[in-house]
């Protein structure tokens, strides 16, 4: 009987621990928490597993350009904290788009607050 074959060097990372799965057999168990692997390469495939973090993120950048930039500081937290859950695996590797999105937006917002707090307090301060 001819062995399963091997996960080469790869990106691929078990979906339920994080641990890197180069080298271990397709249709075997992840040797850190037992979790059958092909249920990470097949979350990988399909996507099936989207980071809620990343969606986030990017709502909170919208918002932070369009009606409160407090949002902003918020969704470049949230986007950091995103791109490291994706980054461990097991979330579909499109979610890093969104991520990136929300960062930038977030970052817009940011300057946007800072901005009009300045604008606040130097019309305080002429009062």
């Given at each position: 009987m001819e062995a399963p074959p091997v996960i080469r060097e790869s990106p691929y990372r078990c979906i339920a621990c994080g641990y890197d799965l180069s080298g271990t057999a397709i249709g075997g168990q992840c040797p850190e928490c037992g979790r059958p692997i092909v249920d990470s390469l097949r979350s990988r495939e399909t996507g099936a597993a989207h980071s809620t973090l990343a969606t986030v993120s990017m709502i909170l950048g919208?918002?932070?350009?369009a009606l409160c930039p407090i949002c902003g500081p918020f969704a470049i937290l949230l986007s950091h904290m995103a791109r490291k859950e994706i980054s461990q695996g097991g979330y579909a590797?499109?979610?890093?788009?969104?991520?990136?999105?929300?960062?930038?937006?977030?970052i817009i917002g940011s300057v946007m607050l800072f901005f009009f707090g300045f604008l606040?307090?130097?019309d305080?301060?002429?009062?």
């Open positions: 919208i918002l932070g350009i590797t499109s979610n890093t788009g969104m991520a990136t999105a929300g960062f930038i937006m977030g606040l307090l130097l305080m301060t002429v009062w």
